[in-house]
């Protein structure tokens, strides 16, 4: 059985729980409280030198980081990765797409808000973050114009590494009801055979 490590309330450790769930993936898993420095310890760094959540580890001592890394791992073979070369890469580009210019944005803006104090001074940070953010979704609002998914015509890994913080985009002070496809699609997803939801605490 695989493992996993990560802090559930976080978007990024969310996609592999999700992904998981749908594919049908028995894991353990292992939450690592990162605002206690639990990443920090020898045991974790052991596991990802960057001392960064989430971490896959495999039955033979093998470990993979990075979310979307582990999401195409896991998807290997079933219908979440396309096995078409263009529909793959497509699928790929909007993966490489939301941790270049949407989680930056969307997700730090939700950590600020979310878990720094009022004072804290990355939270001067925000306007510049939340008009990145925007043009992200506005960018995700017409590609929905077009297809259904961000993979093409079917549900992929795409789509659950770009639900995973657009769903609670609102922490994040952005408003969703200005980008009603992409409110429609995030129901859509939700309504996906083995769907779980965040554990958001």
């Not at 450790?13 to 639990?38: F, M, N, P, S």
């Not at 052991?46 to 039955?59: F, I, M, S, Y």
């Amino acid at each position: 059985m695989i493992t996993l490590y990560g802090l559930s309330a976080s978007g990024n450790c969310y996609k592999l729980q999700l992904a998981c769930a749908q594919l049908g993936i028995e894991h353990a898993w292992e939450e690592i409280d990162v605002t206690r420095g639990e990443n920090l310890s020898p045991e974790f760094l052991a596991l990802n030198d960057r001392g960064k959540v989430p971490v896959l580890r495999l039955d033979d001592g093998r470990t993979l980081s990075e979310s979307n890394a582990i999401l195409h791992y896991l998807a290997e073979g079933s219908p979440l990765l396309p096995s078409d070369p263009w529909q793959r890469a497509k699928t790929l580009q909007w993966m490489f797409f939301e941790q270049y210019s949407h989680e930056p944005c969307i997700a730090v803006s939700r950590f600020i808000r979310k878990y720094l104090p009022a004072q804290h001074p990355r939270r001067a940070s925000l306007e510049a973050l939340q008009a990145s953010g925007n043009e992200a979704l506005a960018a995700m609002e017409r590609h929905l114009a077009r297809l259904p998914w961000f993979g093409g015509e079917t549900y992929t890994i795409a789509d659950i590494a770009l639900f995973a913080y657009t769903h609670v985009a609102d922490e994040a002070g952005f408003d969703l009801g200005a980008y009603p496809r992409v409110e429609h699609w995030l129901k859509r997803v939700m309504q996906q055979p083995g769907f779980v939801p965040m554990r958001n605490d």
